[in-house]
């Protein structure tokens, strides 16, 4: 059985140092820390039985990994956190923010600093599945892996709001359209609400027989660059979705210049922007409430559904 002492020593640290990184009472440096992180994850240590039984009180701590990687709107992420956070305090539990990776979900759950994880900016084929089963701790993805039956899922259906979307502008006419969507560092990650929009707006286009296309956009001013030389190079586009809210406030002027936008964000984010067709809500705070609600159901024993999803609904302007 692996003890801490072979910790330290694959770290090249002190044993109390290892005890420190695990407790979390000392400062420790970023570098020493995710040597012993790295190696409690790759020794899978866990604490000795006697420790294990002590711990096994509730911490009444839920783990949200947040890893803040490029081209994440940080606007979303924190209304999504709101919603965890509320939810939470509600049920007299805190919460233990992760920014790290796979390391800092094995350290919480192995060091019993929490009860269950919740873990957010899920990718397709996310490498954080198999982390979660091996730590076998109630756990619920805030986004749609592939092979989501073999774990709990709670997320906004972005697949139902592509096709709401083509619907909608194939409805007022328009036969040539554009999603303008996340950094094309999130697609090349293949975060799963990017993919699983794509794939809704695709698949309905084809199915209207409308001509679709794609485009990642930037989240900050340089969208503006992007979203004129398509518009350059295809002035037959006359229907947009628009789902990028950190770039949606500096080319809204642009879009809704003889065109019908829908934009995919936040209620608060599409009130601020004047011109635009119709909107389709992210309900950020709650998914956050539906997560944490889930993962409380879980760490209560009751039954739940492995994939939920919160359905699209469009605001109309007209």
């Not at 420190?20 to 190696?39: C, F, L, N, P, W």
């Not at 065109?259 to 635009?276: E, F, T």
């Amino acid at each position: 059985m692996t003890t801490i002492a072979d910790v330290a020593n694959a770290a090249g640290v002190s044993i109390s140092t290892v005890s420190y990184v695990m407790s979390g009472k000392r400062t420790i440096s970023q570098d020493t820390k995710e040597r012993v992180e790295r190696a409690i994850a790759e020794l899978r240590y866990s604490p000795h039985a006697s420790a294990r039984s002590l711990a096994s009180r509730s911490t009444s701590v839920i783990g949200l990994q947040a890893p803040l990687r490029s081209g994440v709107d940080v606007h979303v992420v924190m209304e999504i956190v709101t919603g965890v956070v509320r939810e939470a305090r509600e049920h007299a539990y805190d919460i233990l923010l992760l920014t790290g990776d796979d390391a800092g979900l094995t350290l919480a759950a192995r060091a019993s600093r929490v009860d269950a994880l919740l873990v957010m900016d899920v990718e397709s084929d996310d490498p954080r599945l198999g982390t979660l089963a091996q730590l076998d701790m109630p756990s619920v993805l805030i986004g749609l892996p592939a092979g989501a039956e073999s774990v709990y899922c709670v997320d906004f259906d972005f697949e139902a709001a592509g096709r709401l979307a083509v619907e909608r502008l194939v409805a007022l006419g328009h036969s040539r359209i554009a999603l303008f969507g996340a950094p094309a560092e999130v697609l090349a990650r293949h975060t799963s609400y990017a993919d699983r929009l794509v794939r809704g707006f695709l698949t309905a286009c084809d199915a209207h027989g409308v001509d679709g296309t794609v485009h990642p956009v930037p989240s900050n001013a340089e969208a503006t660059a992007v979203v004129d030389g398509v518009l350059a190079e295809a002035p037959g586009i006359t229907g947009i979705l628009f789902h990028n809210e950190g770039a949606l406030p500096h080319v809204a002027a642009r879009l809704v210049d003889g065109r019908d936008v829908i934009a995919l964000c936040p209620a608060d984010v599409a009130q601020s922007v004047a011109g635009l067709a119709d909107s389709i809500d992210v309900p950020a705070e709650d998914i956050g409430v539906a997560a944490t609600r889930a993962v409380l159901g879980l760490l209560g024993g009751e039954e739940q559904a492995h994939v939920q999803l919160l359905p699209p609904k469009l605001n109309s302007q007209a």
